[in-house]
């Protein structure tokens, strides 16, 4: 049992299990954040259209079952939102990426790469 514990100590200092905890944290925030954005914007926008003020209202019942369907297309779209928004920082943060990496330096040429581009050239003038 303490090589167990031993173990599991170790496997919860590592970084990775750190870092994906703050990632599960800060998901579960942002979730609610678009939560809000659909329920508090998107939704009553598209309710004017529609007719109906929340699609988390809209239902239909089949003997006697409650076929909620609203709630089903209010979580398609936060899924949508959701994912439109994670693409954009990823899409961010690669060009971000790309732009710190430097082109590399071409290599510097060797006495005889430089000696033999000289003969090239003086060949080709003479040609």
Known sequence: MKKFMEEFKQFIARGNVMDMAVGVIIGGAF???TTSLINDMIMPL???FTGSISFAD???T?????IAYGNFIQAI??????????FCLIKALNKLHHKKE????PPELSPEE????E???LLKEKA
């Open 46 to 48: 598209l309710g004017i």
């Open 102 to 105: 430097a082109p590399p330096a």
């Open 31 to 33: 979730s609610a954040i």
């Open 114 to 117: 430089k000696l033999l581009m």
């Open 62 to 66: 089949v003997n006697g079952a409650v």
């Open 119 to 121: 003969i090239r050239d």
């Open 77 to 86: 779209l936060n899924f949508l939102v959701m994912a439109f928004v994670v």
């Open 58 to 60: 809209l239902s239909f």
